[in-house]
Every structure is written in C-alpha cells, then in structure tokens.
C-alpha cells in the first residue's frame, strides 16, 4: 500500500514522541512492502513562532492533500499565562479539527496487565478494562459563540449541538459496540443542559436501530466517579466534545500514564491519529517522554487503512515494550538508561525481528541497533 502522510509535530514532547511513530510506521513499511512517505507541517505555537498563525494554510493544504495526518502535541506556557492572547496554539487543533470536519473522535482505554501496579486503583478494579471513548469532536462549547462584555468583567461560552452531528458520532459508536460487547453508555447532563436533552433524546431514538445493543445513561457527574471505582462495567462510551475531552483524560489513571493513550479522529473524508496528552514542555529534550501512545496512534492509523495484521505487530511491539521495563521513567523503576528514542528503537527492532526478543533487549541497552 502506499500512504503519504501528513506529520506535524506540533510543541513541547511532541516532535520527540512523533519520530519514534514515524519509525514505527517506517520499519512496518520496510517489513511488508508499504510504501509510505511523510511530508511535515507547523501547527500550535510552533507554527505562531514562524508564521503568527496556529495553522498555516500550507499546513491545512498539506494535510486535505496527504492520505491521513499523524499530529503530536501543542501548546506553550507562554500562552497558559497569558489569558488575552489573541492567537493560541490551541487554534491549531481545534482549526484542524473543523476545517477537516473530524467529527468522531476514538479513545481506548486498555489497562495492562505488566503495569497494573503503575494505577492508582486497586489491582481488581482495573483486571481487564477494555474500554473506548468515541467523543464528538467539532460541536459543543469548544466551537460556540463565545462574547465578552465592554467592561472585560462578563463572558460567556455558548454550547450548541444539532441532531445530525450527535446522529453521526452516535451511529459510528452502536456500530462499535455491536462489534463488541453490545454495551453503549451514553454520558451527558440532561438534568440541567438543553445540548444534553437533545443529546439523550436522539440516542434514545437511534437506540431503537440497534436493537442488540444494550444502552445505559448516565450523568457525567456520575460518570467520573463510576470510571474509577468500577471501570470495568463500561464497554463504549459515547459522550460529547468537552465532557469527553475530561473525562477521558481521568481515564488515563486507570492505565497508569496518560503516555499510553491513542487516540483517532475521523471524519467522512480526512483521519488524523494523536496521542492524547499535551505538549508537557517540562519534559522536552530530555528523552523522558512516553512514546507509546503515539506509536499506538500509528497502529490505530495502520488499522483505519485495513492494515491489521501490521498493526496487531506494533502492538505486540508494545506489549513486549512493558513487559521487558523497555519503558520510559514514568512507568519504569527497573531501569535508568530507557530513553524515548530507546523505546522506540526497541518497536522498531521487534518489528524487524519479533523472535529475537533477547537480541533487542540487549541492543537497546547497550545503544544499538539490530544489525541485519
């Protein structure tokens, strides 16, 4: 197959996590015959830094011509300190996500076996949580109306949502959990939001289509506590944009690092595949950042192009990646030499040769690589 893809790095640990994806993806390629090709954009204070904008228009040109986009992080403290800034790096997410009318956005949250002493939860309460956020992704607060007052003293953010942007999201998460576990939670506020009201009364409605399909509701309130104390009972989640951006972030503790959380977000014409986590400028150029959620978008990415069977690879890869401590110092207390690129030196070797397990473990302690 052949795939040219859009790669913006973005801010802060966002090039470092994105090249050991890019390795992945390249050492994929080379082991079945892909031809893929990557071409790089600014985005997010990166981009502001060299153009004044969060998103060039050659980066969005670049992204509507390329077969997908694989994106990293974004953001600066110098804009988290500043509340009146005209421009932000987060335009350049949120743009993106619009003008590519990215509306479903997919989560998963697995927990692992090898680290299930990295979670804050109890070790029985996360045994087998297997479960996924689809989240809409161009609608609600994050794209409304938003007003200011002359005196600078009153604001407002206006949260709007129509029937077929819920329909869209909804109808791609049935369709999920019926290739599941036939259980789908939908999560709002419709006790108090007008948005949440029409949201429970057209899943309502759709749920009558999926008849197989068990369907919960609940207040995202209650959401937040149930995900911790018993995630288990969760299967798909349906929720929308800024409910789904929080919540699936507390997701994260369930794991033990939000640096192992994918994410996709699709739309009828464009893809784009992202770790879940932010630019976290502490960490950049230290090679302490966890690349394993981008190397798991680059697997999501393979996956959304029927390439299964290379991403089943890459998340053996991974699995072998935890079990071996070939992980990064937020999850690793075994070892003090794993760097980012390490990690992802380890997936690329184990995807050249997957039965030399001992072999890469040795070369990536001693810097090298596998010589073939």
Known sequence: MKLHIAVLPGDGIGPEVIAQAVKTLKAIATEYNHVFTFEYGLVGAAAIKKTGSALPEETLELCKKADTVLFGAIGSPQYDKDPDAKIRPEQGLLGLRKALDLHTNIRPIIAYEDLSNKSPLRKKWIKDVNLCFYRELTGGIYFGEKTWSNDGNTASDTCTYTRNQIERVAHSAFKAAKSRRNKLTLVDKANVLAS?????????????????????????????MQLIINPKQFDIILIENMFGDIISEEASVIVGSIGLLASASLGDKYSMFEPIHGAYFKATDKGIANPIAAILSAAMLLEHFDLHEEAALTRRAVDKSLQLHITTPDLNTKYDNISTSKVGDFIEDFISNPEETNLNFTNIHLGQSTII
């Open 196 to 224: 949440s009201k029409l949201w429970r009364k057209v899943v309502m409605e759709m749920a009558l289509q999926y008849p197989e399909v068990d369907v919960n509701y609940l207040y995202v309130d209650q959401a937040a």
